[in-house]
């Protein structure tokens, strides 16, 4: 967005413009090309952080695991699919959190024991082990 | 850095921050003094192991399923929030008949709550009345041990 103010164009400028050009030839319009980079859709990386830090901040003060994973923000990255599962083995590597429902209901698998129920630590763990059996690199 | 809109009375009636926020936990955890592990009868499809809910109560979003829970751990209902001399308190908190929260009365009178994923506070046991967790529906109490 600030390439796009060095310019003098808006996302409201850039609405305007015909970006359905298959390539961008050698006279393309620097501004052209700007406004199709600025209205390019969320890539699946940008899409999970946008979702989860809504989930984070909407959600933080519930104890209630029903209405956390029905927060629109969790049900959108399940909905993700399977595009969503190396982000989410990835957060809860790096700072774990209640993804596993999410894990559980895209792939279909169950790997925290009985004797690990709620704990957080424990079934990180669990699911960083099938994540690696099932070829997400950590 | 609790929103007045999810606490509106929590401004007038105050509070004290004690702990940083962690979800390794969650309010009804607190309130049996278990650290360890997020307590809730489990999620929309009743199936998974991502919370820990007692064996001897149903895995339901119910007072009654509550009420068992704490039940397992000697509490007893009881009529209200009043402080008593040798006794330790819990209060479930629900929007209508769903349990939304719990919290755990100290030795001084007031309420110990953990707030979802975010902080422990001590207050009053009505300071998070009236927004999300609606109000203080269920008491229950048991014999602090000598």
Redesign the interface.
């Given at each position: 967005m600030n390439d796009a103010a060095t310019f003098n164009w808006s996302v409201a400028d850039a609405t305007r413009l015909d970006i359905s050009m298959p390539y961008y030839g050698p006279g393309a319009n620097t501004a052209v090309i700007l406004a199709d980079f600025m209205l390019a859709p969320e890539t699946d990386a940008e899409k999970f952080q946008r979702l989860k830090v809504e989930w984070e901040e909407k959600?933080?003060?519930?104890?209630?695991?029903?209405?956390m994973?029905?927060h629109p923000a969790y049900v959108a990255i399940i909905a993700m699919g399977k595009r969503a599962v190396p982000f989410l083995l990835a957060e809860i590597k790096t700072s774990?959190?209640?993804w596993?429902?999410a894990l559980?209901?895209i792939t279909g698998a169950?790997p925290?024991?009985?004797t690990?129920?709620?704990?957080?630590?424990k079934?990180t763990e669990a699911w960083l082990k099938w994540g690696k059996k099932n070829g997400y690199p950590n | 850095m609790l929103d007045p809109i999810e606490f509106p009375r929590i401004k007038a009636e105050g509070f004290d921050r004690t702990s940083d926020p962690t979800p390794a936990y969650n309010c009804v955890a607190w309130a049996a003094n278990d650290q360890a592990r997020w307590w809730w009868p489990i999620g929309p499809d009743h199936s998974g192991c991502e919370a820990f809910w007692p064996k001897k109560a149903p895995r339901k979003n119910t007072l009654k399923a509550f009420t068992l829970a704490f039940k397992t751990l000697k509490y007893e209902q009881c009529k209200d929030g009043t402080f008593e001399k040798g006794f330790e308190k819990i209060a479930i908190y629900a929007i209508g008949t769903t349990p939304t929260h719990a919290a755990r009365q100290l030795p001084d009178g007031k309420w110990t709550h953990k707030i979802g994923r975010n902080i422990d506070i001590s207050t009053t046991l009505s300071s998070v009345e009236e927004g999300i967790y609606g109000k203080a529906v269920r008491f229950m109490k048991r014999k602090i041990p000598k």
């Open positions: 959600t933080i003060n519930l104890s209630s695991f029903d209405q994973v029905a774990p959190n209640h596993f429902f559980r209901k169950n925290i024991p009985k690990a129920a709620g704990n957080l630590r079934m | -």
